[in-house]
């Protein structure tokens, strides 16, 4: 069974410019969560997406956004892009929505603002 | 506001002994704790989850324990190998346990040496 993709692996962007994630969660699981990890620092929440409808955000400013598609992938969107985006942005999914059981994480994706 | 902290230097143990990671938190009564895996560059991969109704919870050469008397969590790698070298993550579910939001410790790193 696939894990969590996410795509691309690295990406590279100039601040002010918009950058764009993809996760694809495990087959059956309805909920996708988005988190930030900046070098040296713990994992923030940032979005849960579940059946389509955002559920529930982090403390990130409105730049952050994202959705989820009919078939449950979801994508992560940061406009105007500032070098303190540099992180690595994980995705992750679970069988239950909301918590309450493991959540299984993508490879994640390096984002790198120059 | 919720507060969870690991040792945040490194654990550096011989192989064949036990490591033990501490997680405190403070102004909280989670319904659940979770331990993650993340070796660099990686997502984190989870590894046990412990219910505040359950005092102590194996899998293999792991053990957790959860007191919520003393809002501390420990967690033990018995017979450790250099593969075990990694950071090791606890976390908690944000407000209530359906919100969808994990908060996430710094992280303690262990190194096992041969």
């Known amino acids: 069974e696939a894990g969590v993709t996410q795509s691309p692996t690295h990406l590279i962007k100039t601040r002010g410019q918009q950058a764009t994630l993809r996760c694809s969660p495990i087959?059956?699981?309805?909920?996708v969560y988005w988190y930030q990890q900046a070098l040296g620092l713990g994992l923030q929440f940032l979005l849960w997406?579940?059946?389509?409808?955002?559920?529930n955000r982090g403390n990130f400013p409105p730049r952050f956004s994202g959705r989820q598609f009919p078939n449950y992938s979801s994508e992560l969107n940061v406009n105007a892009l500032e070098l303190e985006d540099s992180a690595l942005y994980l995705c992750?999914?679970?069988?239950?929505?909301?918590?309450?059981?493991?959540?299984?994480f993508g490879q994640g994706t390096r984002l790198t603002v120059v | 506001s919720q507060k969870i902290e690991q040792n945040s230097e490194a654990l550096n143990i011989q192989e064949g002994k036990t490591a033990t990671l501490t997680c405190n938190y403070t102004?909280?009564?989670?319904?659940?704790l979770q331990w993650y895996r993340q070796d660099p560059g990686r997502g984190p991969v989870f590894l046990l989850l412990i219910r505040e109704n359950e005092k102590e919870k194996r899998k293999e050469r792991l053990k957790v324990t959860f007191d919520t008397t003393l809002k501390q969590s420990l967690f033990h790698i018995t017979a450790s190998q250099p593969a075990d070298s990694a950071t090791y993550l606890c976390?908690?579910?944000?407000?209530?346990?359906?919100?969808?939001?994990?908060?996430f410790g710094q992280g303690t790193t262990l190194q096992v040496k041969p």
């Open positions: 087959s059956g699981h309805t909920s």
């Open positions: 976390a908690l579910p944000f407000g209530s346990s359906n919100t969808g939001k994990l908060i």
């Open positions: 992750a999914s679970s069988i239950v929505s909301g918590g309450g059981t493991e959540a299984f």
């Open positions: 102004n909280y009564s989670p319904a659940y």
């Open positions: 997406y579940d059946e389509g409808e955002e559920r």
